[in-house]
């Protein structure tokens, strides 16, 4: 079975500051997708990024990126510039083709003024 | 399309009640998952369909849980008899899976507290 591990269970950041959330995860697949979900107060899982296991490029989305790194099972998270609105939990996330999509713990994000 | 659609939003019952909770998955969709999710145990992948069938249930936690996707538009979550820790937040999610940007859409979820 796919784990997804994220070690960070909290942290905090100063607002415009950047950060980087931590995950790691264990397949013996080789071609999969990993994203990084966002859960505010609100509860709604809102998507932030995703990455296809296939593509060598780490994927941006705006202030959004991720390190991907395939051989060592790395899939981080840098948030720049920080705003208060990214305060919330994000959940790192594998899916293997045409299969389930298992989450990890969550890291709680702060963003202080 | 509105999403996936969840309800209620919020249910409350006594222990030994049965408790159904519904989703809508959005139209096209070829992948429907139930999540679960608990301070304690974070997400938990309850079951998932392909195309109306039940392809994983080893989530679900006890026979007193069961699911069924009678058609490709709607799913339901049934709990019977209910149990205070089965409280939690509930989580429909549907994917078109197959597709170039493949996801999960998820729904607002149901917030179930049992008394």
């Known amino acids: 079975a796919q784990t997804v591990t994220q070690s960070q269970p909290e942290m905090s950041v100063q607002e415009a500051e950047t950060v980087t959330l931590s995950c790691t995860y264990d397949t013996s697949e080789n071609n999969y997708y990993l994203f990084w979900y966002k859960q505010p107060p609100s509860r709604q899982m809102i998507l932030v990024i995703r990455q296809e296991a296939y593509k060598q490029q780490n994927a941006t989305e705006n202030r959004f990126s991720v390190n991907f790194q395939k051989a060592a099972k790395s899939f981080s998270l840098k948030i720049s510039d920080s705003q208060l609105g990214d305060t919330a939990m994000y959940f790192c996330?594998?899916?293997?083709?045409?299969?389930?999509?298992?989450f990890g713990a969550g890291t709680r994000l702060t963003v202080k003024p | 399309d509105a999403g996936v659609i969840q309800s209620p939003r919020h249910e409350v019952t006594e222990m030994g009640q049965e408790v159904t909770l519904r989703c809508k998955p959005i139209?096209?969709?070829?992948?429907l998952f139930w999540y679960r999710q608990t301070m304690m145990r974070g997400l938990e992948l309850l079951i998932y369909?392909?195309?109306?069938?039940?392809?994983?249930d080893s989530g679900m936690p006890e026979d007193r849980f069961s699911a069924k996707m009678p058609n490709a538009s709607f799913s339901t979550l049934k709990i019977q008899p209910s149990e205070p820790r089965d409280s939690a937040v509930y989580f429909c999610?549907?994917?078109?899976?197959?597709?170039?940007?493949?996801?999960?859409?998820f729904g607002q979820g149901t917030r179930l507290t049992v008394v």
């Open positions: 996330a594998f899916m293997k083709l045409y299969n389930d999509m298992r």
């Open positions: 999610a549907s994917s078109p899976y197959g597709r170039l940007n493949t996801e999960a859409f």
């Open positions: 369909f392909n195309n109306n069938v039940p392809i994983d």
């Open positions: 139209s096209g969709h070829d992948y």
